[in-house]
C-alpha cells in the first residue's frame, strides 16, 4: 500500500486550490491520512533585515486565520483530519520548509489560479516545487475533472515509461495505486523520432524501428509482474512524437484519471524535468503524480 500519512496542500482560497483540496480530502479519506492547508502569507514589502518578516497587526491575522478555517470547514467531511497552517516569507521556502518539518508524504496543489496564487502558475512555484522537495506531487489542472464520487480514487492510471531509475520508480508508486483503486493501467513509452523521420524514412530504418518498438513492448509488459494482470487490465503503448504531447494525448485516449511519471529521465528527449515532465503537469486534463529521485 502507499505509505500516505500526511499531505500538504498549499491553498490561496481560490477556485484552483479549491479543487486541489477537493483531491487532497478525498485522498486522505482513503489513506486515513491527515491534511495541513497551508496558506503563505508574503506582503511584497522589503523586512526590516534580512531575517526578520514583514509583519501584520494580531488583527489582520486572525481574521486571515479564521478566513482560511472557513475555507477548509465548508470542503472538509465530518470525520476528516485537517489542520490548518499559515506561512510567511516566499511561497516556495515556504512550502518547501512546512514539508519537511510535517514529514510530508504527498503534496497535492493546482497548477494555475488568480489573484495571490499566480505565484502558483507552472514555471514559478510549481516547477520550483517539483524540483527540489523530496516527496511525491500531485498536480491538480484547472481543467481537471471533479473529484471522483465512486469508493476509488483513480480507475483509470497512465505511467510514462523511459527506462530511467525516477520513471521506474514511478511504475512502483503506478502498481501500487493501481492495485488498491485501478481498473485499467496503461504503460506508455514514447519514441521522439519526428526530428529525423523524414531524413532517415527507408526500408531499412522502419523495419529496425519496427523491431525496436517490438523489443520495448516486451520490456513494457516485463516490467509489470504477473498478479497485476489478475486484478487490473494492464496495458503497453508505444508513441512516437514529442513525449509530452503524446503522454498528454495517450492519457485522453485511455481516458486515464490519473498520470504518474518521474522527474528526470536519462537525455533531453525523455522524461526530464524542465521539459517532458514540465510540459505534461503544464497541458494535461488530468491530474499529474510527479516521482522525483
Known amino acids: 500500500m502507499v505509505g500516505i500519512r500526511q499531505i500538504l496542500c498549499p491553498v490561496d482560497r481560490s477556485e484552483t486550490s479549491a479543487r486541489a483540496l477537493d483531491y487532497a480530502l478525498m485522498l486522505a479519506g482513503w489513506y486515513r491520512a491527515a491534511v495541513t492547508a497551508f496558506e503563505v502569507i508574503w506582503v511584497n514589502v522589503p523586512p526590516v533585515s534580512a531575517t526578520s518578516q514583514p509583519v501584520l ?11 482560511l478555517q472557513r475555507f477548509v470547514d465548508a470542503k472538509a467531511p465530518a470525520d476528516a483530519v485537517v489542520h490548518t497552517k499559515i506561512g510567511h516569507g516566499p511561497v516556495v521556502r515556504a512550502i518547501r520548509q512546512e514539508a ?26 510549481t516547477e520550483k516545487i517539483l524540483r527540489t522537495v523530496t516527496c511525491p506531487v500531485l498536480t491538480i489542472p484547472p481543467a481537471a475533472p471533479d473529484v471522483p464520487t465512486v469508493s476509488t480514487p483513480f480507475q483509470s492510471i497512465l505511467c510514462a515509461i523511459d527506462f530511467s531509475p525516477a520513471s521506474l520508480r514511478a511504475l512502483e508508486y503506478a502498481l501500487l495505486l493501481a492495485e488498491e483503486s ?17 531524413v532517415h524514412d527507408d526500408r531499412a530504418t522502419r523495419e529496425i524501428r519496427q523491431e525496436h518498438r517490438a523489443a520495448i513492448l516486451v520490456r513494457l509488459r516485463a516490467l509489470a509482474p504477473a498478479d497485476v ?14 513525449p509530452h504531447e503524446q503522454v498528454v494525448l495517450a492519457a485522453a485516449g485511455e481516458k486515464a484519471d490519473l498520470i504518474v511519471m518521474g522527474a528526470h529521465g536519462r537525455r533531453a528527449s525523455t522524461l526530464l524535468l524542465g521539459s517532458t515532465t514540465n510540459q505534461v503537469v503544464r497541458h494535461a486534463t488530468c491530474p499529474v503524480l510527479t516521482i522525483r529521485t
Open 229 to 242: 494482470r489478475e486484478w487490473c487490465d494492464c496495458r503497453e503503448m508505444t508513441a512516437i512524437g514529442r
Open 100 to 125: 519537511r518539518e510535517l514529514h510530508a508524504d504527498l503534496i497535492v496543489m493546482g497548477t494555475h489560479g488568480q489573484g495571490g496564487f499566480e505565484r502558483f502558475l507552472l514555471g514559478s512555484v
Open 182 to 198: 485501478g481498473k485499467r493501467l496503461t504503460l506508455l513509452h514514447v519514441f521522439d523520432w519526428d526530428e529525423d523521420r523524414l
Open 57 to 67: 497587526s494580531p488583527k489582520q491575522l486572525e481574521a486571515f486565520a479564521d478566513d
